[in-house]
T-cell receptor, first 114, second 117 residues
């Protein structure tokens, strides 16, 4: 059973640029969620995808967007990067509808915006 | 009001001793789940233990146990026989509801645990 994998592990971008982060879900999971974790804080929910459609969104602007592919892999896209977007971005997968199903997280992508 | 509150920003614990990490939550949904995750300095989030709102017994997983007090809305994590490898950030998180949108977790601010030899 393969776990959740994210790429790249680190990324440095300039303010105003665009970035794409990638995630491969754990085998057998059909839902993927993305979280932003600023330094010293708990993760904040960005959005989740189920059946290739956005299915729940946190308090993040539209410049944060995503995709889920038929193989359940996913992308997080952030346009017009701001300094405050610097954070650890975590991808998590799970099985929807199973209330006790924990989210399985990847190791994250650490994004630095300069 | 914050949905998940962890009041202890940091704790020291002696190796082989037990430690209790506090977590209080706020929800009006009768169906919810509570999770604890461990985050080492490497950044990965490791699932430790789960407690459902309808579970009659406190959850246990190896050295981890959850002291669930529903009326007080608290879900404290107890780590027994602490090991040096337990040094990490610990997050309490809640999932509300069982609908398709219910795979969103709300996290607390975390507690940093440092185990001393």
């Amino acid at each position: 059973e393969t776990g959740v994998t994210q790429s790249p592990t680190h990324l440095i971008k300039t303010r105003g640029q665009q970035v794409t982060l990638r995630c491969s879900s754990q085998s057998g999971h059909n839902t993927v969620s993305w979280y932003q974790q600023a330094l010293g804080q708990g993760p904040q929910f960005i959005f989740q995808y189920y059946r290739e459609e956005e299915n729940g969104r946190g308090n993040f602007p539209p410049r944060f967007s995503g995709l889920q592919f038929p193989n359940y892999s996913s992308e997080l896209n952030v346009n017009a990067l701001e300094l405050d977007d610097s954070a650890l971005y975590l991808c998590a997968s799970s099985t929807i509808g199973a209330v006790n199903s924990p989210l399985h997280f990847g190791n994250g992508t650490r994004l630095t915006v300069t | 009001a914050q949905k998940i509150t962890q009041t202890q920003p940091g704790m020291f614990v002696q190796e082989k001793e037990a430690v209790t990490l506090d977590c209080t939550y706020d929800t009006s949904d009768p169906s919810y789940g509570l999770f604890w995750y461990k985050q080492p300095s490497s950044g990965e989030m490791i699932f430790l233990i789960y407690q459902g709102s309808y579970d009659q017994q406190n959850a246990t997983e190896g050295r981890y146990s959850l002291n669930f007090q529903k009326a007080r809305k608290s879900a404290n994590l107890v780590i027994s026989a602490s090991q040096l490898g337990d040094s990490a950030m610990y997050f309490c998180a809640m999932r509300e509801g069982v609908t398709a949108a219910g795979n969103k977790l709300t996290f607390g601010g975390g507690t940093r645990v440092l185990v001393k030899p």
